[in-house]
């Protein structure tokens, strides 16, 4: 087995993020309306991005890329 890489940190670090928001929200501690929850997927989604981008794996380049843009237009619209 493999030590984790800088790249795999990035990766692991980012999608940590992403289920550790999910969780709270599942579990009724953060509203998916919340800053926070909002601020750990647009984190956690650019950081999976990135290493998905080093990667070079499309699938998950998409994915997060996405799921960061959505997360930035919550972050967007919640400031109106």
Do not use: R, T
């Not at 843009?69 to 972050?75: D, G, I, P, R």
């Amino acid at each position: 087995m493999n030590a984790m890489n800088f790249i795999d940190w990035i990766g692991f670090f980012g999608v940590f993020q992403i289920l550790l928001a999910y969780f709270l929200n599942v579990i009724g501690k953060m509203s998916n309306e919340h800053i926070a929850f909002i601020l750990l997927n647009l984190i956690g989604a650019s950081m999976a991005c990135l290493a998905s981008i080093f990667l070079n794996y499309w699938p998950f380049i998409i994915l997060e890329a996405v799921w960061a843009l959505v997360s930035l237009y919550s972050l967007l619209k919640l400031k109106q």
